[in-house]
C-alpha cells in the first residue's frame, strides 16, 4: 500500500505528464455553437456601432465545419440589403496573397517549380536586376524577402485603364533596394510577379488557373479575381464623417494576385477548413499533407520566438498560440483571415467601412481572450544589458517598407519611431516602455508586444508588425521634423516670391509706375508651385500608369535651376547688374534642387 508521500508523489508525477501530454492552450475548450453565435452577435453589435461599421460577415470553422456563418447590418445602406454571409461578395484586398501562394504551391508539388530556383529560370525575358548577384526566388516572393522597394504607382485604378498581369509586371517591375533573404518587407509587386510566375508556368491566366485549380474543387463559386462594380452581390463600402457615411469609389487594380480577390464568407470558410485540413476539403484536396505542412511552417523571422512569415501567411503568437493569417484593405473593406493550426479553428471577418480595420483586430483579441485566455507575466532578464550598451542601438528606425525611391521617399519621415536607452535592459520605443527578456529581445510593460534589436545590422523587428522591420537612420544628425522643416522652409520661397511679384506688379499698375519686377524668377516660382502640386498628387496621377510627361515634371527643379543660371549668365556677359535677390534666389533654389537629389525625388 502507497504511503501518503508516496500518493502525492504520483499525482505530481501525473499532473506533470498531463500537463506537458496537454498544454494549455489544449486544456481551453472550443467554443459550442450557441454559445459562439451569443458572443459574436454581442460583439458585432457594440463594436460595429463604435467603429461606425454599416455591414459585415463573420465566419467561424473548427475541426473540418462550419461553427458560425453570420452577416450583420447592411451590405448596402442606400438599398437597405442585409450583410448575408452566404451570397454577399466583398473585396478581400491582400488576403488574396494566400490564394497565390497556395497555386504556387501546387505548382511545386507537382514538380514544375523548384521554390529556390532562380524566377528567371521560368521567366527568361523578365527584366529585374538582382543586388549583389543573388537571384530571387519563389521562396522571396512568398516570405516578402525579395529585397523589393515599396510602390503605389502604377497598380491601377480605372477599369477602362487595367492591363493585363504580364504588362503590369513588366511595364513597371520593382527595384530591389537589398539583397534577397536579409529582410521581411512587405511587397504587393513582390506577390503579384508570384502570381506572373505561376501564369508563366501554366501557361495560361492566373485567374484562370486559380478558379480551376483551388475555386472549382472547394465549390468557392462566388469567389473570383475579375469583377464588376456593377454585381449586385457586391457590398458597397463607406467611410465615415461628421456623422455620415460617404461611398467609396471602387478600383480595378493590375495586380490581381496581390490584391483582387472578392469572396462570401462561406466561400473562404471552405477555403479555410481546406488549409486546416492540409490540403483537403470533403473529397477534394487541393494539395497533399506534405504541401501544407511546409507552406504553413515559418520560413523566415527575426529570431527564435518572433512571428515571422509562412508561405503567403504572417504569423502572430497570442494567447500561447500560433496563428497564421492575412489581412486584407482596399477601398474601404477590411477583411481578415486566422487559422489556428493547433486548434483546428479558422476565423474570417469582413467588413464593408474603414472602421473594420480597429474592428476586426479587436475581435480576434476578445475571441482569444474569451476561449483559450492566458497571462503572461513579465519576467525581465537575470543579466540585462547594460545602458551603455544600449545606447549604441538608440536612433530613429524606419519601416523598410517605406518608399525608398522617388517623392514618396521623403515620406518616410512621417513614419520614424524613435528608440532611446532609459536604463539597464529597459528601452523606450515611440511611447512605450519595453523591458528586455532576452539578448536584445524585449516585452512591452503593457502587454505581449515584443521587440527585437539586430545590434549588428541595426535593424529592428516588432512583432506586431511581422511583415516588416525598421531600420536605424545611420547619420547621428538625423531628425524627422527638423527635415521637414527643412524643406518647407526652402519651399516657401516660391509662393512668397510669387505673392511678392505679383503684389508689386498690381501696385505699378495702380500707380502707374515701372517697379523692380522679375519675370523669369517669377516663372520659376509659379512652375515650382505647380510642381509641389504634382508631388503631393503624385500617387492619383500615376496610380494607374506612368505617361511620359511625368518624367520631364520629375526633373523640373533641375530644369528651372537651369533657366536661373542661365539668366545669370547672361546678365554677366551684357555686364547688367545682378542685384542681391536674384543672387539669393538662385542659390536657395541650387540647395533646394540639391537637397531634393539627396531624397531621390527625380526618380518613379
Known amino acids: 500500500m502507497l504511503s501518503y508521500r508516496q500518493r502525492w508523489f504520483k499525482r505530481i508525477v501525473c499532473a506533470a505528464l498531463f500537463a506537458t501530454l496537454f498544454p494549455a492552450s489544449a486544456l481551453a475548450s472550443a467554443p459550442e455553437k450557441q454559445e459562439l453565435q451569443a458572443f459574436v452577435e454581442d460583439f458585432m453589435e457594440r463594436k460595429m456601432k463604435e467603429h461606425h461599421v454599416p455591414g459585415a460577415v463573420v465566419s467561424v470553422v473548427q475541426n473540418g465545419e462550419i461553427s458560425l456563418l453570420g452577416g450583420y447590418g447592411y451590405a448596402n445602406l442606400e438599398k437597405k440589403v442585409s450583410a448575408d454571409p452566404h451570397a454577399t461578395v466583398f473585396r478581400l484586398g491582400s488576403i488574396a496573397k494566400t490564394v497565390t501562394a497556395t497555386a504556387v504551391m501546387q505548382l511545386h508539388e507537382s514538380g514544375v517549380l523548384e521554390l529556390h530556383e532562380d524566377i528567371k529560370h521560368y521567366?527568361?525575358?523578365?527584366?529585374?536586376?538582382?543586388?549583389?548577384?543573388?537571384?530571387?526566388?519563389?521562396?522571396?516572393?512568398?516570405?516578402?524577402?525579395?529585397?523589393?522597394y515599396e510602390s503605389i504607382v502604377a497598380v491601377g485604378r480605372d477599369w477602362e485603364k487595367q492591363q493585363p498581369l504580364a504588362e503590369a509586371i513588366n511595364g513597371f517591375l520593382p527595384s530591389s533596394v537589398r539583397a534577397p533573404g536579409e529582410q521581411i518587407a512587405y511587397s504587393n509587386q513582390g506577390m503579384s510577379l508570384a502570381g506572373y510566375l505561376v501564369e508563366q508556368i501554366a501557361r495560361q491566366p492566373y485567374e484562370n488557373v486559380v478558379e480551376e485549380q483551388i475555386f472549382k474543387p472547394l465549390t468557392m463559386n462566388r469567389s473570383s479575381f475579375r469583377f464588376a462594380e456593377s454585381d449586385p452581390n457586391l457590398a458597397a463600402s463607406y467611410s465615415y464623417a461628421k456623422g455620415k457615411y460617404k461611398p467609396l469609389p471602387f478600383s480595378y487594380i493590375h495586380h490581381l494576385p496581390a490584391g483582387a480577390l472578392n469572396s462570401t464568407a462561406e466561400d473562404i470558410s471552405r477555403y479555410m477548413i481546406a488549409h486546416l485540413q492540409q490540403g483537403r476539403?470533403?473529397?477534394?484536396?487541393?494539395?497533399?499533407?506534405?504541401?501544407?505542412?511546409?507552406?504553413?511552417?515559418?520560413?523566415?523571422?527575426?529570431?527564435?520566438?518572433?512571428?515571422?512569415?509562412?508561405y503567403g501567411f504572417y504569423e502572430r503568437y497570442q494567447n500561447g498560440l500560433r496563428l497564421i493569417e492575412h489581412d486584407g484593405g482596399i477601398d474601404g473593406y477590411q477583411s481578415y483571415l486566422y487559422l489556428?493550426?493547433?486548434?483546428?479553428?479558422?476565423?474570417?471577418?469582413?467588413?464593408?467601412?474603414?472602421?473594420?480595420?480597429?474592428?476586426?483586430?479587436?475581435?480576434?483579441?476578445?475571441?482569444?481572450?474569451?476561449?483559450?485566455?492566458?497571462?503572461?507575466?513579465?519576467?525581465?532578464?537575470?543579466?540585462?544589458?547594460?545602458m551603455h550598451e544600449l545606447q549604441k542601438i538608440e536612433g530613429y528606425y524606419i519601416p523598410n517598407r517605406a518608399h525608398l525611391k522617388g517623392p514618396l521617399n521623403f515620406a518616410q519621415n512621417l513614419s520614424t519611431v524613435q528608440l532611446e536607452a532609459v536604463s539597464d535592459g529597459v528601452i523606450l520605443f515611440g511611447d512605450d516602455r519595453f523591458v528586455e527578456t532576452d539578448p536584445y529581445l524585449f516585452r512591452s510593460e503593457r502587454g505581449g508586444e515584443q521587440?527585437?534589436?539586430?545590434?549588428?545590422?541595426?535593424?529592428?523587428?516588432?512583432?506586431?508588425i511581422p511583415t516588416m522591420m525598421y531600420e536605424r537612420q545611420k547619420s547621428a544628425f538625423y531628425h524627422p521634423l527638423l527635415h521637414i522643416a527643412v524643406l518647407l522652409g526652402l519651399a516657401l520661397i516660391y509662393p512668397i516670391q510669387?505673392?511678392?511679384?505679383?503684389?508689386?506688379?498690381?501696385?505699378?499698375?495702380?500707380?502707374?509706375?515701372?517697379?523692380?519686377?522679375?519675370?523669369?524668377?517669377?516663372?520659376?516660382?509659379?512652375?515650382?508651385?505647380?510642381?509641389?502640386?504634382?508631388?503631393?498628387?503624385?500617387?492619383?496621377?500615376?496610380?494607374?500608369?506612368?505617361?511620359?510627361?511625368?518624367?520631364?515634371?520629375?526633373y523640373l527643379p533641375v530644369i528651372l535651376l537651369a533657366t536661373l543660371l542661365l539668366q545669370l549668365t547672361l546678365r554677366f556677359v551684357r555686364k547688367q547688374k545682378v542685384t542681391r535677390w536674384q543672387y539669393g534666389f538662385a542659390s536657395v533654389t541650387a540647395i533646394f534642387v540639391a537637397y531634393l537629389y539627396v531624397w531621390d525625388f527625380y526618380r518613379i
Do not use: C
Not at 127 to 146: E, F, N, Q, R, V
Not at 291 to 309: D, E
Not at 352 to 361: I, M, V
Not at 451 to 464: F, G, K
Open 498 to 554: 510669387a505673392a511678392v511679384s505679383a503684389a508689386v506688379g498690381l501696385y505699378g499698375v495702380v500707380r502707374r509706375k515701372r517697379y523692380g519686377f522679375n519675370p523669369i524668377a517669377t516663372i520659376v516660382s509659379v512652375l515650382f508651385i505647380l510642381y509641389f502640386i504634382f508631388i503631393v498628387s503624385i500617387a492619383e496621377v500615376l496610380i494607374n500608369d506612368i505617361p511620359w510627361w511625368s518624367y520631364p515634371f520629375l
Open 451 to 464: 521587440i527585437y534589436v539586430d545590434a549588428d545590422t541595426n535593424v529592428l523587428a516588432l512583432s506586431s
Open 281 to 310: 476539403y470533403g473529397n477534394s484536396r487541393i494539395f497533399s499533407e506534405e504541401t501544407a505542412g511546409l507552406m504553413h511552417r515559418t520560413h523566415f523571422t527575426s529570431i527564435k520566438n518572433m512571428p515571422g512569415m509562412a
Open 340 to 386: 489556428i493550426p493547433s486548434e483546428n479553428t479558422g476565423i474570417f471577418i469582413a467588413t464593408n467601412s474603414q472602421g473594420g480595420s480597429e474592428l476586426r483586430e479587436q475581435f480576434i483579441t476578445a475571441y482569444l481572450e474569451r476561449y483559450y485566455p492566458a497571462v503572461q507575466e513579465l519576467q525581465p532578464a537575470a543579466n540585462p544589458t547594460p
Open 123 to 148: 521567366i527568361p525575358g523578365l527584366k529585374l536586376s538582382y543586388l549583389g548577384g543573388k537571384p530571387i526566388t519563389a521562396h522571396h516572393l512568398m516570405t516578402h524577402t525579395a529585397g523589393f
